[in-house]
């Protein structure tokens, strides 16, 4: 399709215009985005990807998440997810945005942070750019990206923290992991120009990231009362079930949008993002059916969100059967992540968080150094390495640096949020009343 075709479609989609400023406005775009030009049609193709983002998580994960908790906290989590989600895009606008893509003056800094020039935005424009888009696109987009990586956290530990403490922690992790390793990993730092790591829309910064920070609050915590004596059955697996339908519809914007351009490799990302949930939706559902003797809509829910988090890293370098191996190899160790690996860490996950979002984020990360190998009908190696083991070794570093900072960063500001807010759970009384009332007020549901 031409670029102006693609931009009347778009218009016309979103209502934005009728048929005949739609293709004016469409010729005209085809005559732009050049270098250094605006593209009306990256423009709005990343505007409508963000929008995609922004629905992952509110209302994506928080009814995916909202579902899977008891009645008595149901509100608790839609609360912390609205406000989670918002509390990043004011950082990200204060300075976030600044700090993970602008350029440092000093070349050792700029490893791991960039600067303080475009602080509140001031100072840019309508017409700034950033490559072929308004800077400000890129700014909502990327932006997005940050909130819903807070929201993933909020599984692990719910039912059972402190709204304050959690906002403090938030706000800790987001300076001092999520910034370092954005930069480090999409804004020229120092995982892209040493270890050449691919991770096309967040595996590690977005996933591995989130995960660690999760298990580490999940410790801090501790198990739910009654946790591995009582039933802990989610209230409404419909709700669940709505939510894993949003974040999969919303995870094309995730991916195919960080080509920032409707082009080839977008395509191609689009494409394995059908692909790859797809595969690792059936994979979870049938091994669940061999060992534990039914299949599950739980089930083939997690196994989507398991394939869309492993091919998230790989999704413009790997062919479709590569997808096809990322999301069937997803369903079976986010499986075991869940139910065994969660044993053996002998913590109370309580939404699974690590299984599905840590362990489908390493698969994905490592899975990807292999599958973009040509040999395997992927896309290539990235610049400065020119073998498996190359690229392999890249991907691994870059896997233990996103957990080495997340955790050592996620272990400090829940040991400073104990001592600030005199621990981080609520009390007996208030867990077993429910976090709906205790904290909030509030009934998610008031039966007249």
């Known amino acids: ?43 709005c193709f990343v505007m409508i990807c963000a929008a995609l983002v922004i629905l992952m998580s509110v209302p994506g ?12 906290n149901m509100l608790s989590l ?37 600067n303080f020039d475009k602080f509140m935005m001031m100072g840019v424009l309508p017409d700034n750019l950033n490559g072929t888009l308004s800077d400000f696109t890129f700014f909502s987009f990327q932006g997005a990206f940050a909130g819903i990586t807070a929201c993933l956290i909020l599984g692990s530990f719910a039912e059972r923290i402190k709204f304050s ?22 804004g020229g730092g120092y995982v892209d120009s040493a270890w050449h790591a691919w991770d096309f829309a967040g595996g590690t910064v977005v996933h591995i990231n989130a995960a660690v920070c999760a298990l580490v609050g999940a410790y801090f915590c501790g198990n739910r009362i009654g946790f591995g004596r009582e039933r802990m059955a989610p209230h409404s697996l419909v709700m669940t079930m709505i939510g894993a339908s949003l974040l999969w519809v919303g995870w094309f914007g995730f991916n195919a949008g960080s080509e920032l351009s409707p082009d080839g490799v977008a395509a191609l990302a689009f494409a394995n993002t059908c692909v790859a949930p797809a595969a690792a939706a059936l994979s979870w559902l049938f091994l669940e059916w ?27 370098f790997v062919s479709i059967g590569g997808a096809l191996i990322i999301g069937l190899t997803a369903g079976a160790v986010c499986l075991w992540g869940v139910h ?57 570093v870059s896997v233990i640096i996103t957990i080495g900072v997340s955790g050592v960063v996620s272990v400090a500001g ?19 009343e429910g976090l709906d009332l205790s904290w909030h007020g509030e009934r998610a549901y008031n039966l007249i």
């Open 61 to 72: 994960i928080a009814l995916f998440y909202g579902g899977l908790v008891r009645v008595k």
């Open 340 to 396: 065994g690996l969660k044993k053996l860490l002998r913590v109370d996950d309580s939404l699974d968080v690590f299984g599905v979002h840590g362990v489908g984020g390493i698969a994905g990360a490592l899975l990807t150094g292999i599958l973009c190998s040509p040999d395997f009908g992927g896309t290539g190696f990235k610049e400065g390495w020119d073998s498996i083991g190359g690229q392999f070794m890249g991907q691994l």
């Open 165 to 186: 403490a959690l906002i403090f922690v938030l706000v800790f992790w987001f300076v001092l992991s999520y910034i370092p390793l954005c930069h480090m990993v999409w």
């Open 1 to 43: 399709m031409r670029r102006g075709s693609l931009l009347t479609f778009l218009l016309l989609m979103t209502g934005a215009m009728d048929i005949a400023g739609a293709e004016e406005l469409a010729e005209a775009a085809a005559e732009t985005g050049g270098a250094g030009q605006l593209s009306l049609v990256d423009n």
């Open 78 to 114: 839609l609360t912390q997810t609205a406000m989670a989600f918002s509390l990043m895009f004011v950082l990200w606008a204060l300075f976030g945005y600044s700090l993970c893509f602008g350029t440092n003056g000093s070349e050792f800094l700029n490893n791991f942070v960039g």
């Open 414 to 432: 829940f040991l400073l949020a104990d001592k600030l807010f005199h621990g981080v759970r609520v009390t007996q009384d208030e867990e077993r």
């Open 290 to 316: 061999i060992f534990q003797g039914k299949p599950s809509l739980l089930g083939i829910c997690s196994g989507a969100v398991a394939g869309l988090v492993a091919v998230t890293p790989a999704c413009a």
